[in-house]
């Protein structure tokens, strides 16, 4: 699977790619919410996770942005918020497919790309 991951914070950034790598998936990282839309024809993910607190622009706008124009795409918010009780109005709010809470484990990432894979309409 393809995967765009975006966070502002590069020492998560290479965690969440080296660990997506590992699993065996092709994956392209970037720091911003604007390198996210500029290169997501280019690399063409069939995922995207993203971070939440990013400065210029949000994870919530981000994921906005992509299903306008792609409203298939999956998507996951990560989060170092405690959103227990908020989660499914940020994924109504967003149009995201899934939330990861961070810190996560390697199950935690993968149970939530399959589950975004899963639920995201053909």
């Given at each position: 699977?393809?995967?765009?991951?975006?966070?502002?914070?590069?020492?998560?950034?290479?965690?969440?790619?080296?660990?997506?790598?590992?699993?065996?998936?092709?994956?392209?990282?970037?720091?911003?919410?604007?390198?996210?839309?500029?290169?997501?024809?280019?690399?063409?993910?069939?995922?995207?996770?993203?971070d939440?607190?990013?400065?210029?622009?949000?994870?919530?706008?981000?994921?906005?942005?992509?299903?306008?124009?792609?409203?298939?795409?999956?998507?996951?918010?990560?989060?170092?918020?405690?959103?227990?009780?908020?989660?499914?109005?940020?994924?109504?709010a967003?149009?995201?497919?899934?939330?990861?809470?961070?810190?996560?484990?390697?199950?935690?990432?993968?149970?939530?790309?399959?589950?975004?894979?899963?639920?995201?309409?053909?």
């Amino acid at each position: 699977m393809k995967v765009l991951v975006i966070d502002d914070t590069e020492s998560i950034r290479i965690v969440v790619e080296e660990l997506l790598l590992f699993l065996g998936h092709r994956v392209c990282s970037v720091a911003s919410g604007k390198e996210a839309l500029d290169i997501l024809e280019g690399f063409g993910p069939d995922i995207v996770v993203t971070d939440r607190r990013m400065p210029r622009m949000s994870g919530e706008e981000l994921i906005r942005q992509i299903k306008q124009g792609k409203p298939n795409l999956p998507v996951i918010l990560m989060t170092g918020d405690d959103l227990s009780s908020a989660a499914r109005n940020v994924i109504a709010a967003t149009g995201a497919d899934g939330i990861l809470n961070k810190p996560f484990s390697e199950e935690d990432l993968t149970k939530a790309l399959d589950h975004a894979v899963i639920i995201s309409p053909a």
